[in-house]
């Protein structure tokens, strides 16, 4: 999808828009909340025009929230009117959601926001996402394994996601753009201000091959709160969290609990016990919170991507097995598991289209039916 058409897509429902970027802008109203209130109403815009009675009536009202959504709805819409119309100076996408381009991965998740905004031109749906994450303080081994590790997913045609900070993030970041890799920084501010701003000539240059994303509204600093937050989208909208090197509080840490707590795949760099900035690393490896990434096919092997189905390819049924007995979508998981053998569940979702939810229940099914079993590594093959 090109920038120009996820801009359409963006202004289908400009009417509706106003609405979807005010509800997050209310104060205590996150995104499990508003997908709550979205889900009781029909839209964010039936949100707002709702009585104090109905809104009483969901869960997750509380004194706070009803207080909170009859008091500051006013200034919120008024808000998302300069928030759109800066949106479009700026050429930042606004993605809601539902919107096709917000992330898959990322989109069914608890914790996910109800909007983001974007800018670059990288597809954040891309068939293999990868996070590399890491200390501010990195060290020359840190920056080498890096570098190496990048150059093995240019024949992925990966998307590499990394925080745009000091250290293992900006080595990830300038590593992709020099091998031409599509690379998405994830900020703890507003997409208009790079921070740090040692990084804006970097930041310019992955707008073109890749993009700067955030949760937060235009204006937004940085402050010690928010990088947290953000991890949780570096995590959660890829399909491995890879750390090269972090102390024992390293922040990048963080996001290593937060893939772990999503159940995706988090993989770790040992290094030098005398070294600080291997200490959260072999740490991780030690309580079994990550594997070792030693070489690229660890990395390969895991998300088995050596057996993954090439983009685009099309799943061929093969004579040995009836599936006249199955349901359109059971069909579906079976054809593409005769088709490329043991397969990762992140693979399974994006070669049937089906949502995360959705393909757990057929997943579920279909084990229980004996007709597949889950596999270590989130993969799962006919029996």
Request: glycine letters at 8%; hydrophobic letters at 40%.
């Amino acid at each position: 999808m090109t920038q120009d058409s996820r801009l359409k897509t963006q202004d289908s429902n400009p009417k509706d828009l106003l609405y979807q970027v005010a509800l997050p802008l209310i104060p205590h109203v996150g995104g499990g909340t508003a997908r709550t209130l979205v889900k009781g109403f029909g839209s964010a815009e039936a949100v707002f025009s709702a009585s104090q009675e109905r809104l009483a009536q969901l869960p997750r009202v509380g004194t706070t929230v009803l207080r909170n959504l009859l008091s500051y709805k006013s200034s919120a819409l008024r808000e998302a009117e300069e928030i759109i119309k800066k949106a479009e100076a700026e050429e930042v996408q606004l993605l809601y959601y539902t919107n096709p381009a917000y992330p898959d991965r990322l989109r069914d998740l608890p914790d996910a926001p109800l909007l983001l905004y974007y800018k670059g031109t990288a597809d954040l749906n891309a068939q293999k996402v990868i996070s590399i994450v890491g200390t501010r303080k990195s060290t020359e081994y840190g920056r080498i394994v890096t570098e190496r590790m990048v150059q093995d997913l240019v024949q992925h045609e990966a998307l590499v996601v990394s925080g745009l900070a000091y250290g293992i993030d900006i080595i990830a970041h300038r590593a992709a753009l020099k091998a031409g890799v599509p690379t998405v920084g994830v900020m703890a501010n507003s997409v208009e201000t790079v921070y740090p701003t040692q990084h804006t000539r970097d930041a310019e240059k992955m707008v073109q091959n890749g993009g700067l994303l955030s949760e937060f509204p235009f204006g937004t600093k940085p402050d010690a709160p928010r990088f947290p937050s953000r991890n949780r989208i570096i995590a959660g909208m890829s399909d491995c969290t890879i750390v090269v090197e972090s102390t024992n509080k390293g922040g990048s840490l963080i996001s290593a609990d937060i893939a772990h707590g999503y159940d995706r795949e988090v993989m770790a760099v040992p290094g030098p016990i005398t070294s600080e900035t291997s200490e959260g690393t072999n740490q991780l490896i030690k309580s079994l919170k990550a594997v070792p990434y030693t070489k690229h096919q660890d990395l390969v092997e895991l998300l088995n991507w050596d057996k993954a189905l090439a983009p685009g390819a099309v799943a061929k049924a093969e004579p040995t097995l009836d599936l006249t007995a199955f349901s359109e979508d059971e069909q579906k998981v079976l054809q593409v598991l005769q088709h490329a053998g043991p397969t990762h569940i992140d693979v399974l979702s994006r070669n049937t289209d089906f949502s995360m939810g959705q393909l757990s229940s057929v997943l579920f099914t279909l084990e229980m039916s004996g007709m597949i079993k889950a596999m270590p590594g989130k993969l799962y093959g006919l029996v």
